[in-house]
Every structure is written in structure tokens, then in C-alpha cells.
């Protein structure tokens, strides 16, 4: 698997079209921080919360019905994801992006933030992030996330002070999470859907880590760069969405490795492509 791995990469490095590294990444890659995966055996889509199934909580719907409490998990989310850390899998691809430079992308559908924090920068958060706010009521503007507003405890109450930050100042509804909910289709503004397919159509190499293929726009970026001949590593802990897309594939590898050790491995073989 490694010779074969080594291989690919030092065809799409020395490709001039088509030639760019990019990677795909989904809430497995974050488990090692302490963040439970949304669709594993242990993640927060299967267990749902405490009283209602995820694709009925996570909705802009349930929302606009229930806002302080979906704020109240929010924030919860929100601390959880600050007292994190980003791990060795974050920490490598922030080293493969400075060897990499321009022809590095990398695509994720976490919110968690932690792959800014470990210093990718060349990056496209599909699903939204942690970071931003906007109207739920369809106001125009993105803002950042009050700083006075911190991460609770999943018990704690919204403050006055909460609600008041979590008004629109155009429109006085509820501001709510820039981020992607089951009932919402994806967009350019907050989901650099076009941007992230338009990376997926030049890419030489597409890594897919930690993550299954649930929703439609990563399976659609795995699609686009097939279609224009680009190899595929899946690498994730057991089968999933893009293991049925690709199986039947010539340009595909399927790695039923730790990310990190992969990753790993990745780096030094651009490493040594570098010198």
C-alpha cells in the first residue's frame, strides 16, 4: 500500500494540469481531539440529543420554534470545541499545506475550527463554521460571533445579555449558528459549494478522511474529480458512501489505516518530492 501511495503522489506532483493535493475531511479526523463523530457508533446523530432525533433538532424549523433551546446546545458545542485541541492529523496537514503551497486545498465539513487553529489556511468549511452568526430571519451580512457570549455547560440557561447579542439589530429575530442544518441546501456565501467543486475538478488527488459520504455536496465533490480522472484514498476506519462510489474504480486506493499515520506517511513522501 505505501509503494502505491508513494506512487500516486509522485504522478500527480509532477503533473502541470490537473495537479492539485487536496483533502476532504469529516468529523473522524476530530474524534482524536475529543469530539464525538456525528454518524459513528459513539456519535452525536445516532445517540441525537436528549429528546429528539438529530434530523428533526437540527433543522432551521425546529429553530425558529424552539431557539433558545438549539442556542443552548449551540453553546454547548461551542465550549466543547474551544477546550479541544487540535490533534496530529490537524498538525500534519498544516505541514503538508506549507510544502504544498497553492496546490493544496483542503475541503472539511467541520465547524470545530480546529483546523484554522493548526494553521491551514487554504481551506473551504462546506458545512459553515463555529465562528459566525446570521438572521434567521434571512437578514443580508454575516457577523462574527459575540465575544461576550461564552460556551456553557448543555444545563445552562441563556443570559439576558445572550438573547440581546443574539438579536438581529435590522430585524429583531433570533441571529442563529453559521452553519448548515438538514433542512437547508448547500450555497456559495457560507458553503463555497461552487468554489469547493470548481478545487474537486482540478484536483490530481483526492484524500477522503473521516468521514462517510452522508450528505450530498462531499459525495458530489468525490463525483467531479473522478470525472476528470483524479485518484481517490479513502481513508477512514471502515467502509462507507465513497467506498461504494469508487470500488469498481482503477483511479482509487482504500486505506483502513489511522488518519495520522497516513498523513504522516503523505508528508514525508512530499517531503522527499520537495528536495
Sequence with gaps: MKEQLKEIIRQVYHKEKRNL??????????????????????????????FHKPEEFGTLKYFKQHPEEVWQYALFRKKMFET???????????????????????????????????????????????????????????????????GKDIDEDLTRNDIALLTCPDCGHWM???????????????????????????????FIIGTSGATNLPLAIAETALKYAACIVDVN?????????????KNKLIIREKSTEVLAGVKEIIKDLNR
Excluded at 481531539?33 to 459513528?40: A, E, K, L, N, Q
Excluded at 467541520?110 to 452568526?133: C, K, S
Excluded at 476506519?237 to 474504480?249: A, H, S, V
Design 176 to 206: 442563529r449558528p453559521n452553519i448548515l442544518w438538514f433542512d437547508e441546501y448547500y450555497d456559495e456565501k457560507t458553503n463555497k459549494k461552487f468554489s469547493a467543486l470548481k478545487v474537486a475538478k482540478n484536483s490530481g488527488i483526492l
Design 21 to 50: 493535493f487536496t483533502f476532504l475531511t469529516g468529523a473522524g479526523i476530530s474524534s482524536d481531539s475529543g469530539i464525538p463523530t456525528y454518524r459513528g457508533t459513539d456519535g452525536i446523530w445516532v445517540k441525537g440529543t436528549q
Design 237 to 249: 476506519t471502515e467502509d462507507n458512501n465513497f467506498t461504494e462510489l469508487i470500488k469498481n474504480k
Design 84 to 150: 479541544a485541541m487540535p490533534n496530529h492529523s490537524h498538525l500534519e496537514l498544516a505541514e503538508i499545506e506549507k510544502m504544498l503551497k497553492n496546490r493544496f486545498h483542503l475541503i472539511t465539513q467541520n465547524i470545530d475550527n480546529l483546523h484554522r487553529r493548526a494553521g491551514n489556511t487554504r481551506l473551504y468549511e462546506i458545512h459553515g463554521n463555529n465562528r459566525e452568526i446570521k438572521c434567521s430571519n434571512g437578514c443580508k451580512g454575516i457577523s462574527l460571533f459575540p465575544q461576550e457570549i461564552k
